[in-house]
C-alpha cells in the first residue's frame, strides 16, 4: 500500500478539522517547481504505442515514472493561469501480450518505446488551471502532429498524461478552508482514457485534517460510475485481445476501505480487436472507486505530495470482454537540483504474470517512497 494512503484508512474524513491556511498567491503550486511522477494504469481498451516508422503495438498495462519542471506561463484572468510543465526525462514500463516470445517482436517493441521515449522528453503538457486547485484544460505541446498517424499519437500521449497527472486536480473551495470537508461531483480523478471524454457520474468526500506541527493532509474517498465508448473493432491476428483479469483490487468507498490487492491479469492469443475509425455506438461502463491522500505543508500551503488508487470494474450491463481500469499514482514536489532517477523505458511482463525473459511488473505500491514520518 502506498505510504500515505494509510492515513486514509487511519482517519475517518468527518473527524475534527483544522482550517487550511489561506496564501497569497493560489498559483504557486506552479512558479517554477518540479515534480516526480510515478503511475501505473490498466486500461480496458488497449492503447497503441507507435513510432514514427509505422510501428506499434497494443499495450493494456504500463507504468510512467517522468520528471517534469512547471511554470506560470500566461494570465488568463484574475482566477485562472495557463501553466506549462516540460517533461525534462521520463521512462515507461509497458506490457504486451503477444509481441514478447520471438526476438523481432521483442525489437519491435523496444524500438517503438525508444521512439516514444525520444518524442517525449522536452515536450510540454499545458494546463489551464484555476485558483481553487483545479485543471480546467489539458494539451501536449512540442510533438508533430502534420498527418492523421501523428495526430494520433499525438492523442495517444495526451490521453496517457492526463492519467499520470490526474492528481494535480484537487480543488479547495473557500468554504472548505472554514469547513474543512467537502464533496465533489464528476472529478477528473476518475476520467478513462476515451477519444470522445468518458462520461457519468461520480461523488468524491474530502476532508481536511493536521498532521504535525508542519503538515495538512486531505483525504479523499470516491465513487460513482463512468462510461466509454468501444472503439470500432476489425479482427487484427497481432494484436491481443483484452485481457482478463483475477485478483481483487481495492475496495474503498464512502464508508470505508479494505486492504489493496494487487491485480492479476491473464489471457493470450491472437484475433483481438484494434481500432480503426473512432468510436462505435458500443458501451462499456464501470464501477469506480478511489482513496487518496494529499499533503499540504503549512510554511508555504503548496500540495507537496499527493497519492491515490482509483479502480473500475465492467458492470453487469456493460459490453462484453471489457476488462477492469486501474489507476495508481504518486506526485511529488522535489527539489530543483534533484535528478531522480526514472529508469529504462522497456518491455515488461504482466502484472502477477512472468514472462521468459523480460522483467517482472513490480507495482508502484511496493516501492519505497515519500510516507508519513
Not at 515507461?92 to 523496444?110: F, I, M, N, P
Not at 481483487?248 to 489471457?267: C, E, H, I, K, R
Request: aromatic share 6%; glycine share 10%.
Amino acid at each position: 500500500m502506498l505510504p500515505w494512503l494509510a492515513l486514509a484508512h487511519a482517519r475517518p474524513v468527518d473527524e475534527p478539522v483544522e482550517e487550511v491556511i489561506v496564501y497569497g498567491d493560489d498559483f504557486a503550486r506552479w512558479d517554477h517547481t518540479r515534480w516526480l511522477l510515478q503511475s501505473e494504469i490498466v486500461v480496458p481498451i488497449g492503447m497503441s504505442m507507435a513510432s514514427d516508422q509505422n510501428k506499434a503495438f497494443k499495450s493494456y498495462a504500463f507504468q510512467v515514472r517522468a520528471v517534469i519542471g512547471c511554470e506560470k506561463d500566461v494570465k488568463l484572468s484574475k482566477h485562472r493561469w495557463e501553466v506549462s510543465c516540460e517533461i525534462e526525462d521520463i521512462g515507461l514500463l509497458a506490457t504486451s501480450e503477444d509481441r514478447w516470445r520471438r526476438e523481432r517482436d521483442r525489437e519491435l517493441v523496444q524500438g517503438v518505446l525508444d521512439d516514444v521515449d525520444l518524442r517525449m522528453t522536452g515536450a510540454r503538457v499545458q494546463m489551464q488551471v484555476d485558483d481553487e486547485g483545479g485543471i480546467t484544460n489539458f494539451d501536449i505541446e512540442g510533438i508533430d502532429a502534420d498527418n492523421v498517424r501523428e495526430r494520433q499519437i499525438q492523442e495517444t500521449t495526451r490521453q496517457m498524461m492526463s492519467r499520470v497527472m490526474a492528481g494535480f486536480h484537487l480543488r479547495i473551495p473557500a468554504h472548505a478552508q472554514r469547513s474543512g470537508t467537502w464533496a465533489e461531483y464528476r472529478s477528473e480523478l476518475m476520467d478513462l482514457p476515451s477519444l470522445t471524454a468518458s462520461r457519468g457520474t461520480s461523488t468524491l468526500v474530502h476532508g481536511v485534517a493536521p498532521y504535525g506541527d508542519e503538515l495538512q493532509i486531505v483525504q479523499t474517498r470516491g465513487e460513482g460510475v463512468m462510461i466509454v465508448n468501444l472503439p470500432n473493432l476489425a479482427q487484427d491476428p497481432w494484436s491481443p485481445p483484452p485481457p482478463e483479469v483475477s485478483g481483487a483490487p481495492s475496495t474503498v468507498g464512502l464508508n470505508g476501505a479494505s486492504p489493496v490487492t494487487p491485480l492479476t491479469v491473464t489471457g493470450g492469443g491472437p484475433g483481438a480487436s484494434v481500432m480503426r475509425e473512432g468510436e462505435s455506438a458500443l458501451e462499456a461502463s464501470f464501477a469506480m472507486k478511489v482513496e487518496g491522500v494529499a499533503v499540504f505543508r503549512k510554511s508555504t500551503g503548496i500540495m507537496s505530495e499527493r497519492v491515490w488508487n482509483c479502480v473500475g470494474l465492467p458492470t453487469a450491463g456493460s459490453a462484453r470482454n471489457v476488462g477492469p481500469y486501474r489507476n495508481i499514482g504518486r506526485i511529488t514536489m522535489i527539489g530543483q537540483d534533484d535528478h531522480p532517477d526514472v529508469g529504462p523505458s522497456t518491455q515488461v511482463s504482466w502484472p502477477g504474470r512472468p514472462m521468459e525473459g523480460l522483467p517482472v511488473w513490480l507495482s508502484i505500491e511496493d516501492m519505497p517512497g515519500p510516507g508519513p514520518g
